[in-house]
Structure formats: C-alpha cells, structure tokens
C-alpha cells in the first residue's frame, strides 16, 4: 500500500507538472488551483458545527459566522462538477454506453461504468438536483449578519446544512476517487508503469464492489425496507394447474431467501386437492427482506404445456403474490382488542404423521370487524400456532392501516388489498419459447429454469432502479 501511495504522489506530481506546463491562461490554473484548495478544505471539515466547541460552551457569533462563510465556500466546492485532467465526467462515462463485463473480466472503462451508474442511482435517490438547491438556501441563510439573533433558529438551520453538505461529500469523494484513478491510469500507461496501472486497477475493482453497496443502501431506504417480512401465494382461478403454479411460486421465493441468507419459516399452508397450494405464507427473517421483496407484490403469470392435460395443450395460470412487514412491537398501528377476535380451532392437516388429525391443535384467528383472518397450523402446540397466527394477523392489519393512511395522504401504495388479477407484473413463458419478462420495467432473460429456481436478483434490482423514475415525476 505504501508503495501504491508513492507511485501515487509521483504520478500526481507528474499530472500537475504538465496542467501547469501545458496551461497558456494563468488566470485559468490560478482559478483551478484556487478550487481545488476550497474542495479540500471542505472535505477536511466538521460535518456538525458542534464539534469545533467545547460541550459546555457558545461560539461566538462573529467565530460562527466565520466558520459559516468558509462552510458556504465549501458547499460551493462541492456542488461543483468534477472532471479528469482530459474533461472525462461521470455524465460523460455514461454517455460513451462503454460496455459492463464482469467484474474479473472487467478493464478500467468496465469497472468505471459500472462505478459511475452507482454513483448516478444514488444522486438520483437523493433527489440531487433539488439537495443542491436546498443546500444553496441554507448557505444564503446562514451567511446573514443577523443569523445568531435566534440561536435556536441557527443551530438547526446548520445542523440540516451540514447533513445535507456530508451526504454531497460523500458522493462527491467517490466520484473524485473514481476520476483521479482514472487520470492514474492514463499517465501510468503514458509512463508505461505497469505496477501502478494494475494497482489502479485493483482499487478501481474495490470501489465498484464498494458503490454497489451504498447504491443498494439508497435504494433500499424507505421507511420499513430494513424490516423481515411475510409472503403470500395465492393460486388464481384455473384450478389444479394454478395450484401447481402457485406452489412453484412459493419454492422460487423459498430458494431466493435461502440464497440471500435469510431464514425462512413455513407460517401456513392449504395444499391443492391433487397438486400445489390453494395458498400459502412464509416468514422470512433478515436485513431488508421487505424492501427487496416488496418488488414481486402483484401477480405472477405462467403459459406452458400442463403436465395435467392428456391433450399437451398450452395453459395459461396466475398466482398472486402479497409482501407484508413485520413491523415488531414498538413500530405497530394498530392495537387488536381481545374482544374483537373469534379464534377456531381445528384439526392440523398435512401428507401424514404421527400426530395429524388426533388433536385440534391448528388455529385460525379472525378480525371481526375487517374480516382480516390468519392461520398457523405447523408449530407443535395449539399455543406456538396461535402466538404465529396472532404474529401474522398483527402484520395484516398494520399493512391495511398503512394502506389506509396512504390513502388519505393521496399517495398510491400497493399492499394485500391491491392485489386484483389484472395487475399482472410478470409473464413467466415456458411454451412455446423461453422467456421471463418484467412487464414494469421491460427487464427479460431467456432462462426461466434460472429464474424458478430463486435468482431473482437481477429483476428486483431492475425494479427498485425503475422506482426511482417514478419518485422522480412525482
């Protein structure tokens, strides 16, 4: 690492060796150079105005308002666009459409592409253009004379700035990263140092690994996204073959949670009369389980030759799928009154056991006044059945209250009682060609067998980046 940090310092220094050589306007360098010295100043200061004091103590207005003008300064700085030595902006990278290969496969235009379409997500999720403008009216803001008259008023007017100037930082040092390492490689080719260029190249790899995690953490920054969550099948009309349909749907979702990490817990299940599930609920455990599932709510549409029909002739069957959160104790809406709840108990049913159909130890749980019900009938006791089934129904009626208050706020949500058998957002085809295809976003691949069998990544991902495009018309 050390020596990557002198070849560094020896490549920079050769880099401002020929700007200042090649430069004919002074004015011009003087106006970089003066820039560049603002930029680093503002990287090097507190986010929080706070910490430049002693805890017990009070700026002084006239220090404050220093320290303020320097802070606007800074947010000019980093409000400005960035550039290579040769003019090459994050714009620019996407606009040369330079091909993504895989990571290992990758040259520096692959992993800078793939670098800077994080980089352009997350400003997108941060509503960058509109951020820019905010920070510009609280620096106005807080460059008056009069600011500390109301000190309450300018404590928080500069806690917001600087949240506001941490999160353009820390977007902005990745792409000034990205675009010094790029200038590295093209002045360690010019001074055919190869060490140094496969050293770029490495940490160029590492920030592409690195931008699509912080690109995944500003998609997934709703409100309850980081919470586990339920999912529910629904077989459709079409009897046996929706069945069928609809359990293979339940085992697409079993095996992507599995492939995340994820727990998975069977919370319900009504098996078909010949094959599949009529419906089913599982628990999935784990960071972000809603906000990744939360894209396959709406139904799921499959056309094959049935395995059912004598005749092989091509069907088409529909599953509906619902994601709901679990919200936990602290995060409920709505409170359940023993008085409005009817439980029965039954008979658990299954393929056989020691213990099926000799005791009723399965529950279902009824919201008199929603209707709302929920079912457990796979735990052990009458008790553990009945505990899930309450877990479970909590979660529906939070999720109907969320609806509701969306409602009210006239902002469209889609939840359990959106679901209708016209909001199809996926076709899966298995005859007379192969193809799975996301009716949202235009997403397609050419292998279904993939895609059943739980690598679903790739169409959620897809999703959550096209969501962004509606927050933007918003």
């Given at each position: 690492m050390a020596c990557l940090l002198r070849k560094s310092l020896r490549t920079k220094a050769l880099f401002l060796h020929k700007l200042v050589g090649n430069s004919s306007d002074s004015h011009q360098t003087l106006a970089s150079s003066s820039w560049f010295w603002c930029r680093q100043l503002s990287l090097s200061l507190p986010h929080k105005t706070t910490t430049c004091f002693a805890s017990n103590s009070i700026p002084s207005p006239s220090f404050s308002n220093a320290l303020l003008q320097i802070r606007f300064w800074a947010s000019?700085?980093?409000?400005?666009?960035?550039?290579?030595?040769?003019?090459?902006?994050?714009?620019r990278i996407l606009a040369n459409n330079w091909t993504i290969l895989d990571e290992h496969d990758g040259d520096w235009r692959s992993h800078a592409t793939a670098i800077a379409q994080s980089i352009h997500l997350i400003k997108r999720r941060l509503q960058w253009e509109k951020l820019k403008v905010r920070l510009d009216m609280l620096s106005f803001q807080l460059g008056k004379e009069d600011l500390w008259d109301d000190p309450m008023l300018a404590g928080k007017l500069s806690r917001e700035h600087g949240s506001l100037l941490g999160k353009m930082k820390e977007v902005n040092a990745l792409e000034q990263e990205l675009l010094e390492h790029i200038d590295m490689i093209k002045l360690a080719r010019e001074e055919n140092d190869a060490d140094l260029e496969s050293e770029s190249l490495k940490v160029l790899l590492n920030m592409r690994r690195n931008a699509k995690e912080k690109e995944l953490e500003a998609l997934l920054a709703g409100e309850h996204d980081s919470c586990s969550c339920y999912i529910e099948v629904?077989?459709?009309?079409?009897g046996t073959e929706s069945m069928d349909?609809?359990?293979?749907?339940?085992?697409?979702?079993?095996?992507?949670?599995?492939?995340?990490?994820?727990?998975?817990?069977?919370?319900?299940?009504?098996?078909?009369?010949?094959?599949?599930?009529?419906?089913?609920?599982?628990?999935?455990d784990?960071?972000?389980?809603?906000?990744?599932?939360?894209?396959?709510?709406?139904?799921?549409?499959?056309?094959?030759?049935?395995?059912?029909?004598?005749?092989?002739?091509?069907?088409?069957?529909?599953?509906?799928?619902?994601?709901?959160?679990?919200?936990?104790?602290?995060?409920?809406?709505?409170?359940?009154?023993?008085?409005?709840?009817?439980?029965?108990?039954?008979?658990?049913?299954?393929?056989?056991?020691?213990?099926?159909?000799?005791?009723?130890?399965?529950?279902?749980i009824v919201h008199i006044p929603t209707g709302v019900t929920a079912t457990c009938q796979n735990e052990r006791s009458q008790h553990q059945n009945k505990a899930s089934a309450m877990a479970v129904l909590q979660s529906r009626l939070d999720q109907l209250e969320m609806a509701r208050q969306a409602q009210l706020n006239a902002k469209h949500t889609q939840s359990l009682t959106d679901i209708t058998w016209g909001s199809q957002i996926r076709s899966y085809v298995l005859h007379p060609y192969r193809m799975v295809k996301d009716l949202r976003?235009?997403?397609?691949?050419?292998?279904?067998?993939?895609?059943?069998?739980?690598?679903?990544?790739?169409?959620?991902l897809s999703y959550l980046s096209a969501s962004l495009d509606k927050d933007d018309d918003a």
């Open positions: 000019e700085a980093a409000a400005t666009e960035l550039s290579t030595s040769d003019g090459l902006t994050v714009q629904q077989a459709g009309a079409g349909w609809a359990a293979m749907v339940m085992q697409m979702y079993k095996s992507w949670a599995q492939r995340r990490g994820y727990k998975v817990t069977v919370m319900d299940e009504m098996p078909g009369e010949i094959a599949g599930i009529k419906r089913a609920t599982i628990k999935v784990g960071e972000f389980a809603f906000g990744y599932a939360k894209a396959e709510i709406g139904v799921h549409r499959l056309v094959r030759i049935s395995p059912f029909d004598s005749n092989k002739r091509r069907h088409t069957s529909f599953a509906a799928v619902a994601v709901i959160p679990i919200l936990g104790d602290g995060s409920t809406h709505v409170q359940i009154n023993e008085s409005d709840l009817r439980i029965e108990r039954f008979r658990a049913g299954g393929a056989g056991g020691q213990h099926v159909n000799t005791t009723e130890s399965a529950v279902r976003t235009n997403y397609e691949v050419s292998d279904p067998d993939s895609v059943l069998e739980g690598d679903l990544d790739s169409f959620i």
